[in-house]
């Protein structure tokens, strides 16, 4: 249930760290705005640094940060939908267990952010509100990236998974036949999107016409 006077309005909370991916985040905020949800932003340092060396996001304003959203005719209500929190304020609405909202994505996360939420050893907004997203027992995705693992971050997701939450690593199929990036992202993006109970129309499914004709070859006896 949304947090506001709006009860049909679903809250999303999207936390950006500084692992590489950006693109992955800025199509999720994409698609949630489209839906007409509440998205609430908070982006650590890195997480900045990765926007602007990966997507040349300077301020997190509609036009830099969601450019494809900015250009389309919509509802002057996007730049209010996205409410954009400062990850050092640890006083915000997100950092509270009051704020009612649909689930929380730490998309791309990093293993920095991954070892903080873990052991609840979190001191920014976004570990916070992951932390207070997990004790309040609803959704949290934790969209890892990092190759190859170390045991200590297999240990994190571990205690994560055991906690409630859902890892799932940037990690894009490739038996739809991805042509362009965009298709490798919308991949993971439509995951998420399924995990947060959101429809939507991105190419993740594994349709009929995408079945394998594998069965009608004859299979090679070596
Ligand atoms: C260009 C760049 C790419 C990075 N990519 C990753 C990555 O894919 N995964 C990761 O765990 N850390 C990555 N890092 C390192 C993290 O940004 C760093 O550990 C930082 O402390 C993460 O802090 P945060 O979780 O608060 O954003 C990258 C750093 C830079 C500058």
């Given at each position: 249930m949304p947090h506001d006077s709006t009860p049909?309005?679903?809250?999303?909370v999207v936390g950006i760290s500084g692992a590489s991916g950006a693109v992955y985040a800025t199509r999720l905020l994409?698609?949630?705005l489209r839906t007409g949800a509440e998205v609430h932003l908070v982006v650590s340092e890195y997480g900045k640094r990765l926007l602007f060396d990966e997507l040349n996001v300077r301020k997190l304003d509609l036009d830099e940060l969601l450019p494809a959203l900015a250009a389309e005719p919509r509802a002057d209500?996007?730049?209010q939908r996205?409410?954009?929190h400062p990850n050092k304020d640890v006083g915000a609405v997100i950092a509270s267990g009051s704020f009612l909202h649909d689930g929380m994505v730490v998309v791309p996360c990093s293993s920095t952010s991954l070892?903080?939420?873990a052991t609840g050893a979190g001191s920014n907004l976004l570990t916070r509100a992951a932390?207070?997203?997990l004790k309040e027992?609803?959704?949290l995705i934790i969209c890892h990236r990092e190759s190859p693992l170390n045991l200590i971050d297999i240990e994190n997701m571990r205690t994560l998974t055991l906690a409630g939450a859902t890892i799932a690593p940037t990690n894009p199929g490739f038996y739809l036949h991805p042509r362009t990036v965009d298709d490798l992202v919308d991949f993971m993006v439509g995951k998420i999107l399924d995990l947060l109970r959101v429809e939507h129309d991105l190419q993740t499914r594994w349709a009929d016409h995408h079945q394998s004709k594998y069965d009608q070859i004859s299979p090679d006896p070596n």
């Open positions: 049909q309005r679903r809250t999303f994409e698609q949630l209500d996007v730049d996205l409410v954009r070892g903080a939420i932390m207070v997203t027992r609803r959704p």
